[in-house]
C-alpha cells in the first residue's frame, strides 16, 4: 500500500525544500529541438520521455520539488496545431503523471507542482514579460479555469501559478483556482521591484494575503539580483512561506528566441534568501541541475 503523501505545506514548516531548475534547458541539454511556439510543451506529445528524462535529472541533483513542463500547454496553443480539446486534456495530464514517475525514482519524498503559466506564454511572443494584454481579469479567469480544472483532476501536490507579470492575472487565477481543491502557489516575474506590468511588489503580493489555499508566494524567472528584496516584501506583506526560483541572470533575446548575457545564478545567495524567509528555493530558464546539485548541498540539514 502506498503510505498517505505529506501535504507540502507540512513540509514547509517542517524544512526549506529544493525545487528544480529550468526544464527547457535541460531539455535542449539533451538535444531536444524547443524552437517550435508550442517550446517544451511540444514533447508532451512527440518525446514524453524526454520530459521524463529531464525531470529524473533534477531529482538525482537533489531537487524535492518538481515543475512539471505544463507551462505553455494550452487548449488555445494546442488547437492552433490542430489539437482538440479531449487530446490536450490528456497532455495536461501526462504533464502531471510523468513529473509523479520521475519523482517516484527520488530517495526521499518529492513534490509535484503542475505549471500554470501566465496568459503570455499561450502567445509565444514574449507577453509574459511584459504583462498588460489588454484583457480584464474576468477574460484571464475564464481562460485560465479549464486548463487549472484539468490539471487539478490529474492529482499534483499543488499548482504553480508562475512567472505571472500582473497583479491583474495574479487576481484573475487566483479566481480561477477557487474550489479546485488543490493548493497552490502564486509566483510573479519582476524588475525593479516590481512586477512586469509595473504594479509595486508589495501590491501584487496582498492579494495571497489571508488566502488559504495559496501555500507560498513569491518570484520566478527574474535577475538574481532581484530575489532577496522580494523575498522581504513577500513574508512582510503575506506572512507566507516564500517560494524563489530565479533565472540564471541572463536576458531573453525576443526576435532572437535565445538568452543573451552572462549567468549570474550564485547558489550561495540562498543563505540570505532562506534567512529573509524563502521555503521552496530553486532555478529557472539556464539554471541546470548541476547548479540545482549546489543548491541542494548547501541547504541540505537546514530546519
Known sequence: MTPPRTPLATALAREPLVLDGGLSNQLQAQGCDLSDALWSARLLADGPEQIERAHAAYVRAGARVLITAGYQATFEGFARRGVGREETAGLLRRSVALARRAAAEGEREVWVAASVGPYGAMLAD???????YGLGVAELERFHRPRIEVLAEAGPDVLALETVPDADEGRALLRAVRGCGVPVWLSYSCAGGRTRAGQPLAEAFALAAG????????????EPGEVEDAVRVAARVTGKPVVVYPNSGEGWDDEARRWRGRPAFDAGRADAWVAAGARLVGGCCCVGPERIAELAARMEGRG
Request: hydrophobic share 25%; glycine share 16%; net charge neutral.
Open 126 to 132: 514574449g507577453s509574459e514579460y511584459r504583462g498588460r
Open 211 to 222: 488566502n488559504d489555499q495559496v501555500v507560498a508566494v513569491g518570484v520566478n524567472c527574474c
